[in-house]
């Protein structure tokens, strides 16, 4: 299967090479005979055609034109077509009178326009193909992504659930709960609400694909909350993050997977408890998030459910190709998880 650039390639030789072979049978059967004369002029056509239509795609490339709606796209093509047309007439003129046919070329507006208004139309045939070409690609390539995204949907949400909503965190939570009732009330009841957040929020949040990060952080914070009951002096929270952050688009529940490892694999197996470090800033367009926790890495121990980790490289990984970083690593005696996601611009 012929990748994206390499089809454009394909159909621009094709389409030149086809123009100049039904420019050469119109001429022939015009009474003009095959010569030397009329290969090099087919040939400089071909030539002229396909360099000034790639230079054509670079502009619009550059000027982001894709971007423009219909109303706003087609006022550019006319003019840009136009002065295409313009430029090629004098570049073939000047390359077939003067190089090939070795004639002196004399201006003739009423020669000229005509050519002019055939060079116009022709490259706006061409870049309505190109347009038609691009959409139809990028309509291929998101509805591939969305497919994608169904198929794997259903297992993800299953992993996720595994993950994120295990039995040992509620009746952790439940039981720190229960604890409070006599001695605490009006804690007990603040858990009771945040647990309750918490289970609604994940189940609601599961069927979205992406979440603003301010959502997101409303649960982490929830969560935390509840951990910090239960571990009361033995957890230390700090969080930086960066106001901007908050309308960032990712996917949800996946900072609260990665702040609940953090606590399972740190602080619930340190007797002197541990620190858990929340950081999120912009950086290069793209959300950048840095959590440190008390332990040590080690990759070769699966966890517990054996989903978390590799869950959250799965849905990285489908709903951003490469574009999305994660990494997993040990420095200055803690565990340190970076987290980069690009901005989604599909939705």
Same mark, same amino acid.
């Given at each position: ?8 390639w394909?159909?621009q030789?094709g389409?030149?090479?086809l123009?100049a @072979? /039904?420019?050469?049978?119109f001429? /022939?059967?015009?009474? $003009?005979?095959?010569s ?5 002029s087919?040939?400089?056509i071909?030539?002229i055609?396909?360099?000034v ?14 971007? @423009?709606n ?6 550019r ?6 002065i295409?047309?313009?430029i090629?007439y004098f570049?073939q003129a000047?390359?077939i009178?003067?190089? %090939?046919?070795? =004639?002196?070329?004399e201006?003739?507006?009423k ?11 022709l490259?706006?045939m ?6 038609l070409?691009h959409f139809?690609?990028n309509? +291929?390539k998101?509805?591939?992504k ?5 198929? !794997?949907k ?7 659930? +595994? ?10 939570s439940?039981n720190? %709960? ?6 605490d009330?009006v804690? !007990?009841?603040k858990? %009771?609400?945040q ?7 994940s ?16 649960? &982490?914070? *929830?969560y935390?909350?509840l951990?910090?009951t239960?571990f009361?002096?033995?957890?230390t ?5 960066d106001?901007?952050?908050? &309308? @960032?688009?990712?996917?949800?529940l996946?900072i609260q997977?990665? &702040? ?14 541990g &620190?858990?470090?929340?950081?999120a800033?912009?950086? $290069?367009e793209?959300?950048k998030?840095? %959590?440190?926790?008390s332990?040590?890495? *080690?990759?070769?121990?699966? =966890? ?9 490289v799965q ?9 999305a ?5 040990n420095?200055? $005696?803690?565990v340190?998880?970076?987290?980069t996601?690009p ?5």
């Amino acid at each position: 299967m012929l990748n994206k650039k390499r089809l454009y390639w394909v159909s621009q030789v094709g389409g030149w090479l086809l123009y100049a @072979f /039904v420019v050469g049978v119109f001429n /022939v059967l015009t009474g $003009n005979s095959l010569s030397v004369e009329l290969f090099f002029s087919l040939l400089s056509i071909f030539l002229i055609g396909i360099s000034v239509a790639h230079a054509f795609r670079l502009v619009i490339v550059k000027l982001n034109w894709m971007r @423009f709606n219909i109303p706003r796209l087609i006022p550019r093509l006319l003019l840009g077509t136009l002065i295409i047309g313009i430029i090629v007439y004098f570049l073939q003129a000047f390359i077939i009178e003067r190089l %090939i046919v070795q =004639s002196a070329y004399e201006f003739n507006i009423k020669e000229a326009f005509p050519s002019v208004i055939n060079w116009t139309l022709l490259y706006l045939m061409w870049s309505l193909l190109y347009f038609l070409f691009h959409f139809v690609t990028n309509y +291929k390539k998101e509805e591939i992504k969305n497919l994608r995204w169904q198929a !794997a949907k259903n297992e993800i949400e299953l992993n996720k659930l +595994k993950s994120q909503l295990n039995p040992h965190f509620i009746f952790n939570s439940m039981n720190s %709960i229960r604890a409070l009732i006599n001695e605490d009330p009006v804690l !007990a009841k603040k858990a %009771i609400t945040q647990l309750s957040n918490v289970l609604r929020t994940s189940l609601l949040m599961g069927k979205q694909k992406l979440i603003p990060f301010g959502d997101e952080m409303k649960l &982490v914070n *929830d969560y935390l909350g509840l951990e910090k009951t239960r571990f009361e002096e033995r957890l230390t929270i700090q969080k930086k993050i960066d106001k901007s952050t908050e &309308v @960032f688009l990712l996917p949800p529940l996946m900072i609260q997977t990665l &702040v609940e490892n953090g606590i399972k694999h740190g602080t619930s197996k340190l007797p002197e408890g541990g &620190v858990l470090e929340i950081n999120a800033k912009l950086e $290069n367009e793209s959300l950048k998030i840095v %959590i440190y926790n008390s332990g040590v890495y *080690d990759k070769n121990q699966e =966890s517990e459910t054996g989903f978390g980790l590799v869950n959250t490289v799965q849905r990285l990984k489908l709903l951003y190709g490469n574009s999305a970083k994660f990494e997993i690593l040990n420095e200055d $005696n803690k565990v340190k998880t970076v987290l980069t996601i690009p901005k989604e611009t599909t939705l």
